[in-house]
């Protein structure tokens, strides 16, 4: 009633002549947002997700900016922490266990770092995620964005340690003479499979960590297990044949594995690898369906 | 007119405590499972799902594009949870909410600042959290930082602003946001009163810019300036919706704003000494009505209750109140001839105290209730922020505000008696003469 039926030419001039303010009084026929319980917020609403990928990329530098702030060192933190352990290692199991002479011809040095840097990224990548979503209360009980921003910056903002990290290891490669191959073409393969798993695992952990704080101490004593569990100063050849297939079960053995392969030119265990990838899907599916179940509630109980 | 903001039956449960309560730890859940079956079977479930309490019950309305809308209700009405839900950060129990327009919320100043970072980083960080795009905030920036008055510090870290740099800039990202409906929750409670007027104004330009606005707040005074149409919650529910000056009448007839009274039932709990007990405090209307929200142009009474166990003292009842912003607005003690510098004996005593209408400022006002000894000071007892009630400009005239509808600055508003005379039609000055 309120518009009368005009000729179709003049529906042009009408459009012209509405002041620009009167724009946002058009509303859409169907609602932008529609907030119920339930049934609408529980699909993995990925169209959201890449609505808000600048804030994936503003919370990511954030936490690299803040993490060196106020250090003598700075970003040399990066590359200290692989490769003070990575020394601690050569020495301890290098010269000490004897385990240099069973890295099929690798200098343990290398062989080690080759190991450290996904770890070290997994590791950091892990327990900041997982952390994530309680140090982040603030902003949970106060803006609404998807949750699962939080701890996936957190593993993002690891990445660039890594490619810090990574630096060193191009400088140990030469020092060794390590030749390089094709098989290096795996590389950023593996990079985006470790940080799929860091997400799935830091996401799942952080959500868990709402509710039960157990999480925040069990976690350094889970990443340390978990350290002992995959081949990161000892080659998995060195687990008898029978006992290799339940080790592989932990997705980081395929993965760390790779990493040595790419970079050295070793033959591939593919079998391990797609294990490994199959392993990180379903951990991811299974993280982001249980993070979606429990988001609900974080702003109530966080 | 089609809503922009459409919500229906809209219901929040909590459970009292939860916040404690699901921390929880595994060993408590997995304890809990284990006493669950038997807990049924003696017909009682666990204590936790009992308590719970409807912070909204049934909630409905419907805001068309373009309104401000205000939100008031006591604490715990449910004002809170409303915003929380329509943001999205919380989700409702029941029932369902249409928005047809980009929502932006704003349930705190400097919402994820990050103290190490700058001024200038802090911008792009806080307005890409409050949902501006990159481009946005490059457009806008030299706006944001011209609006928070801090150019030469802009590439100094936040950590070494002082709260009012850090309040104007967070306030200043936060205006410069603009999606089609704003929640706005009790932000302007910050900040001081000039930088506060800047906002209001600010807030005022968004809304006639054809932008819907919410705003809740427990202060009547800036709602009913802000907002032609208040909705009033109570416990949860609807009480009133309608034009402001309406719904503000209503909120002062129910006396819905503070803690207009106190009393100490059980002595053990009462603030006291041994000299000393105080059994109530209480704000009365002219007419002698316990309420917390008082018409700026009447009197009010301030009450005091207490029991003198030991006789022998003089006594001197006084009043200390305090504004919202915390300042010391003014002290008054017990004048009265008849026990002054008089030795009181034990027993019950009722003192009160009455401020004149037209002295205090709208806004919220602290009462601290103290008994005191002068000579040697003592101070028997103190119970800070005791009361608290409201003051209120109903604009009907009576009171220094007339018809004029901006902010006022000052902690106290006296009417006072001027006297203007036309003098001549010529003005010259006279150099150290007074004009005659």
């Known amino acids: ?265 070793q033959p591939i265990d593919w079998t391990a690898l797609a294990l490994s990838a199959l392993l990180t899907t379903l951990m991811l599916v299974y993280a982001a369906y249980s993070f979606r179940r429990m988001e609900k509630t974080f702003a109530d109980i966080v | 007119m089609k809503p922009i903001v459409k919500v229906e039956h809209l219901s929040k449960q909590y459970q009292i405590g939860a916040r404690e309560a699901a921390y929880g730890t595994l060993r408590e859940s997995i304890v809990d499972l284990a006493r669950a079956p038997f807990q049924r079977l003696r017909g009682r479930t666990s204590d936790a799902t009992n308590q719970t309490i409807w912070a909204l019950k049934d909630v409905g309305f419907e805001i068309e594009p373009g309104e401000v809308v205000g939100i008031i209700g006591r604490n715990g009405a449910g004002k809170s949870t409303i915003l929380k839900i329509l943001s999205r950060i919380t989700e409702p129990t029941t029932g369902k909410v249409e928005l047809y327009g980009r929502v932006g919320s704003l349930l705190e100043v400097g919402t994820g600042f990050h ?39 802009i590439d100094t870290p936040v950590k070494r602003y002082s709260s009012g740099m850090y309040v104007r800039l967070a306030f200043a990202v936060a205006a410069h946001l603009e999606p089609e409906i704003m929640l706005i929750d009790e932000v302007l409670a910050v900040g001081d009163a000039r930088f506060q007027r800047k906002c209001l104004t600010k807030m005022q330009d968004v809304g006639k810019q054809g932008h819907t606005v919410l705003f809740v707040s427990h202060n009547m005074s800036a709602i009913t300036r802000l907002c032609p149409r208040t909705i009033l919650f109570d416990q949860g529910r609807v009480l009133s919706d309608g034009p402001s000056h309406v719904v503000a009448r209503e909120y002062l007839r129910e006396g819905l704003g503070t803690t207009a009274a106190r009393e100490w039932t059980d002595s053990s709990k009462a603030p006291s000494s041994e000299v000393v007990r105080l059994r109530a405090v209480r704000v009365r209307d002219e007419k002698g009505e316990v309420t917390g929200v008082m018409d700026i142009s009447k009197p009010i009474a301030i009450e005091m209750e207490f029991v003198v166990l030991q006789g022998g003292y003089e006594l001197t009842p006084n009043y200390h109140f305090l504004n919202e912003q915390g300042e010391y607005v003014f002290v008054t003690a017990d004048n009265d001839p008849a026990w002054f510098n008089r030795p009181r004996p034990a027993g019950c005593f009722i003192s009160t105290a009455w401020i004149p209408g037209n002295l205090l400022a709208e806004g919220t006002m602290m009462v601290g209730a103290a008994v005191t000894t002068r000579e040697p000071e003592i101070i028997h007892v103190f119970e800070r922020d005791a009361v608290a009630f409201q003051v209120v400009d109903s604009m009907d005239g009576n009171s220094v505000r007339g018809d004029y509808s901006g902010h006022i600055p000052g902690v106290i508003r006296p009417l006072l008696q001027w006297e203007t005379r036309y003098t001549s039609e010529q003005c010259e000055i006279v150099a150290g003469g007074t004009p005659r």
């Open chain 1, 1 to 265: 009633m309120l518009k009368p039926a005009a000729p179709a030419d003049q529906t042009a001039i009408q459009i012209e002549a509405t002041p620009p303010k009167h724009t946002a009084h058009n509303l859409p026929d169907t609602p932008v947002v529609v907030i119920q319980p339930g049934s609408a917020w529980s699909a993995l609403n990925l169209r959201e997700l890449w609505a808000y990928r600048e804030l994936l990329f503003f919370l990511t530098w954030r936490d690299v900016k803040v993490r060196y702030k106020q250090t003598a060192l700075g970003v040399a933190w990066a590359i200290m922490q692989p490769l003070f352990t990575m020394l601690i290692f050569s020495l301890l199991f290098g010269r000490l266990a004897g385990m240099n002479t069973k890295t099929g011809g690798i200098p343990y040095p290398v062989f080690a770092y080759a190991g450290l840097l996904p770890w070290t990224f997994f590791a950091n990548a892990v327990t900041t995620s997982g952390n994530s979503l309680v140090g982040s209360a603030n902003l949970i009980t106060k803006v609404y964005f998807p949750r699962m921003i939080i701890p996936g910056a957190s593993v993002a903002a690891g990445l660039v340690d890594f490619s810090i990290a990574f630096v060193l290891l191009i400088g140990l490669m030469f020092y060794y003479k390590v030749a390089l191959t094709w098989n290096l073409l795996l590389f950023p393969v593996l990079v985006l499979l470790t940080s799929l798993l860091a997400l799935g695992v830091g996401m799942w952990l952080s959500a868990l960590n709402v509710k039960y704080r157990d999480i925040r101490f069990a976690l350094p004593f889970l990443v340390q297990l978990w350290m002992f569990a995959s081949p990161v100063f000892y080659p998995s050849n060195l687990l008898p044949e029978k006992w290799r297939v339940v080790f592989q079960f932990n997705p980081l053995v395929g993965i760390i594995d790779g990493y040595r392969s790419s970079l050295f030119g």
């Open chain 2, 115 to 153: 103290p190490e970072l700058t001024g200038r980083e802090n911008i792009f960080l806080n307005g890409s959290i409050l949902g501006m795009g990159r481009h946005d905030i490059t457009s806008k920036f030299d706006e944001i930082v011209a609006f928070a008055e801090i150019e030469k510090f």
